[in-house]
């Protein structure tokens, strides 16, 4: 059950008087005017006028509304009436909601209120709530208030309806016209005499108000629930979409990785691939050429890290044998020093005996008293002494002289004329001649020399003697 709010009637009757009201159903209009409309009923302001041709009592101007009949008599056959004067109800509350009851201008011409008729028609067959709009727009606390008073008064007349047959309840979002009704409380009767028109200009009661205050406010509530529960689909799709960007992101990526591995690898990639890859990361050739480059550096490091064990296995064992010959060496060197330190000490020891018992045998010398023993030991000293230069320089001469003769022998071996070989020859001779002179007297001077010696040992010794 829709109103048709079409242009605003700027002027026109706003009391229902003795205003003659008309009811048209719609099988009596033609199928260009809403045959094929399943809306209740429509009201517009100059409804009266378009609709004249299929008016037969038509009596002046006055509000005017469609029934569809066929309609209700499809959906309630055997309640048909019930609905029928249901609908007509709720579309006078409507009409009595306008601040005009029709649009009192009548001054366009047959053909063109035939077209707006056609248009008005078509609009209510096709009208349904606009996105955005809820759908209790146009039925609001004012318009329940109304077709609840309306309600009472044709109670009054013996017809009883429904409330909810007539506003609020589920289908326009809001709770069940038989609480508004109990909100309302008595007023239809206080009221009753009141005109529609007056009615709306006072306060309804405050439980009304406020009933229609929380169906509004519960309804925006499920809304924003709704819309939340929309932007959290939104949210799971984005972030799905950006899940798959990232798989996606990341197939690419691995397809830049096996395209270096490959080249690195010395195969060769066909063109077609590279290109794809190399565009699919936004990448250029010079990219390509750093990565595999990267890739091979690695691969160095990578096998310098591998060999690393190895050498660490050779370095424990190098110094494992360095521990072992250190090991012998310093027990040896410890052995060897068990060995020698004690030997070093005696040895000490002894030169310093020795050292010792030569200082004494020289001071028991020196210190003799003996007269016979000093002057005896003075007699073999001074030929000794003498006898023993003698003996040393006929030696030295001799040597001299040998060594003499054989730098003569080899002059003359040298020389390039004879004579002079002769003369070297001659010279060499004569000091082997004058060598063995000397030597003869050798022997018998030193058997002299060890003769005084031994008999200055012998008296030395005597004067070792305390
Ligand atoms: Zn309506």
């Avoid at 044709?154 to 069940?176: F, K």
């Avoid at 239809?188 to 009933?211: D, G, V, W």
Wanted: hydrophobic fraction near 35%; proline fraction near 5%.
């Amino acid at each position: 059950m829709y109103t048709f709010r079409g242009p605003v009637p700027h002027r026109g009757r706003t009391r229902l008087g003795w205003l003659p009201i008309y009811i048209v159903p719609q099988t009596r209009l033609p199928a260009n005017l809403g045959g094929l409309s399943v809306c209740g009923g429509y009201t517009a302001s100059r409804l009266d006028l378009h609709l004249r041709d299929y008016i037969p009592d038509h009596r002046g101007r006055g509000p005017c509304m469609v029934i569809n009949d066929g309609h209700l008599r499809a959906t309630y056959p055997e309640d048909f009436d019930y609905y029928f004067t249901a609908t007509v109800l709720h579309e006078l509350a409507h009409l009595l909601m306008q601040p005009w009851l029709y649009d009192e201008r009548a001054t366009a011409t047959p053909e063109a209120l035939r077209r707006e008729a056609r248009r008005v028609a078509d609009m209510v067959a096709t009208e349904t709530p606009e996105d955005g709009h809820p759908p209790f727009e146009g039925h609001g606390a004012q318009f329940i208030r109304v077709a609840l008073h309306l309600r009472h008064r044709a109670e009054m007349c013996g017809t009883w309806l429904a409330p909810n047959d007539l506003c609020a309840g589920h289908r326009y979002s809001l709770s069940h016209a038989r609480r508004y009704q109990v909100a309302l409380a008595d007023e239809p009767e206080r009221l009753a005499t009141m005109s529609i028109a007056k009615i709306i200009t006072t306060k309804p009661p405050p439980e009304f108000a406020q009933l229609w205050a929380d169906d509004v406010h519960a309804h925006f509530q499920s809304l924003s629930r709704f819309q939340r529960s929309h932007s959290m689909k939104a949210t799971a799709l984005l972030d799905k979409i950006a899940g798959r960007q990232q798989e996606r992101r990341q197939a690419r990526e691995a397809d830049f990785r096996r395209l270096v591995v490959q080249v690195a690898d010395g195969q060769e990639p066909d063109a077609e691939t590279i290109e794809h890859v190399l565009g699919g990361n936004q990448k250029t050739i010079d990219d390509l050429r750093e990565a595999v480059e990267l890739l091979q550096h690695r691969r160095d490091l990578r096998r310098t890290v591998d060999n690393s064990p190895n050498l660490g296995e050779e370095r424990q064992r190098i110094e494992k044998e360095m521990a072992e010959a250190n090991r012998i060496y310093n027990e040896a060197n410890a052995k060897h020093d068990r060995t020698v330190d004690p030997l070093h000490a005696r040895l000490r020891e002894l030169r310093t005996l020795v050292s010792e018992a030569e200082q004494a045998r020289r001071e028991l010398w020196d210190t003799c008293r003996d007269e016979e023993l000093v002057e005896r030991l003075d007699k073999v000293s001074r030929p000794l002494t003498e006898q023993s230069r003698r003996l040393g320089a006929m030696e030295t001469e001799a040597r001299n002289l040998r060594n003499e003769a054989k730098y003569e022998r080899e002059q003359a071996g040298h020389a390039e004329r004879k004579p002079d070989a002769d003369a070297h020859t001659e010279e060499a001779a004569r000091c082997d001649t004058e060598a063995k002179q000397l030597e003869r007297e050798l022997p018998a001077l030193r058997r002299q020399v060890a003769d005084l010696e031994r008999q200055g040992a012998a008296i030395r010794q005597q004067m070792l003697v305390p």
